[in-house]
């Protein structure tokens, strides 16, 4: 997992939006019970595409296509980046079905780059 994700999140968590807010502490309490089996990176810029800017998303995305080789998967509830991270061949899923994923209840399939 991209270092980066802990820093989006604890600003979120003070999100003016409530409902973002309590999504953010939500993944943290959630990182918190996984960090046994997580590993953390730090991102690779030189593997984006040149035309992609250096924002969060893209470097949590640079993380993302280091690991692409192993079984990486993409959460997040942002639609637009879910799509950029599928154009690069990268799964990526909703918060709500990585839930269920962990509950072993489904399991994402990757063709081509689109969860189905």
């Known amino acids: 997992m991209a270092r980066r994700v802990h820093q989006e999140l604890d600003h979120l968590k003070t999100s003016d ?3 973002k807010a309590r999504q953010a502490r939500e993944a943290i309490r959630t990182l918190e019970q996984v ?6 990176e730090s991102e690779v810029m030189e593997l984006l ?18 690991l692409r080789l192993s079984d990486v998967i993409l959460v997040t509830a ?29 399991r994402p399939r990757n063709t081509g780059g689109i969860v189905k």
């Open 17 to 19: 939006n409530p409902n």
């Open 35 to 40: 960090n046994k089996i997580v590993r953390y």
């Open 49 to 66: 595409p040149a035309d992609l800017e250096p924002t969060s998303d893209n470097r949590i995305l640079s993380v993302a296509l280091y």
């Open 78 to 106: 942002d639609k637009s980046f879910r799509n950029i991270a599928r154009a690069e061949n990268i799964t990526a899923i909703l918060p709500s079905e990585y839930k269920e994923m962990s509950r072993g209840k489904t």
